[in-house]
Structures are given as structure tokens and as C-alpha cells.
């Protein structure tokens, strides 16, 4: 089993920046691709950010790019998202998302069903 856990969530002011940090633990050796989603009030969840287990492939949604960059330290078995320029539409709250199989790599990074694993996810709030 994999454990996933954000941090780094909470109230910015609108132009802000936010660092969120998930951390997985158990059997992350069978770890491949790791992704944020997010979900607003009233909303589905949507795709933020993924990356594949070597950082090569990286997709945003159109929403972030240019503002958010996902990166990971597998040392650390550690995924972060650096978010900048924020606005009250990224207010939601952000989950972590782990692959388990590592065969999977030609599924779309923004696909929910690639992901096995999800954390409890870290609430973000930007006021305007």
C-alpha cells in the first residue's frame, strides 16, 4: 500500500504564491506517474498537474500553465506544486495522486483512472 499526504495548503491573497508538497510512504518503489488534481465547491474534480516517474513528461491543464510547476524528488519520494500568480478560481481543495503501475505510460497523465493512490487533500483558499 501507498500513502500519499499534502501539505502546504491555505489562505492566500489574489496574486499570491502557494508551495504544496506531497509526501508518499509504503511502497512507493512501485511509484510511476504522480499528479495533482483539484476540487472546487459544487464542481467536479479537474486535472492540475502530472508528471511521470522521471520528470520528463510533465502535462498542466490549460487553466495553470504558466503559473503552476509541478516537479518531484524521488530520492524523497516527494511531489511538489509550485503555484503562482493565484486567483479565486484556483480556490479548491488540491489532492495528490499516485499511479502504482508502472506499465501505464502512455495513458494521458491527466486521466483520474490512471491513479491508484489519492490523498486527503490540502485546502486552498485565495481571496480577491
Known amino acids: 500500500q501507498v500513502q500519499l499526504v499534502e501539505s502546504g495548503g491555505g489562505l492566500v491573497q489574489a496574486g499570491g504564491s502557494l508551495r504544496l508538497s506531497c509526501a508518499a510512504s509504503?511502497?512507493?518503489?512501485?511509484?510511476?506517474?504522480m499528479a495533482w488534481f483539484r476540487q472546487a465547491p459544487g464542481k467536479e474534480r479537474e486535472f492540475v498537474a502530472g508528471i511521470n516517474s522521471n520528470g520528463r513528461n510533465i502535462a498542466y491543464a490549460d487553466s495553470v500553465k504558466g503559473r503552476f510547476s509541478i516537479s518531484r524528488d524521488n530520492a524523497k519520494n516527494t511531489v511538489i506544486l509550485q503555484m503562482n500568480s493565484l486567483n479565486s478560481e484556483d480556490t479548491a481543495i488540491y489532492y495528490c495522486a499516485g499511479d502504482g503501475n508502472a506499465f501505464r505510460t502512455t495513458m494521458p497523465l491527466g486521466r483520474t483512472s490512471r491513479y491508484d493512490y489519492w490523498g486527503q487533500g490540502t485546502q486552498v483558499t485565495v481571496s480577491s
Open positions: 509504503g511502497r512507493t518503489f512501485s511509484m510511476n506517474a
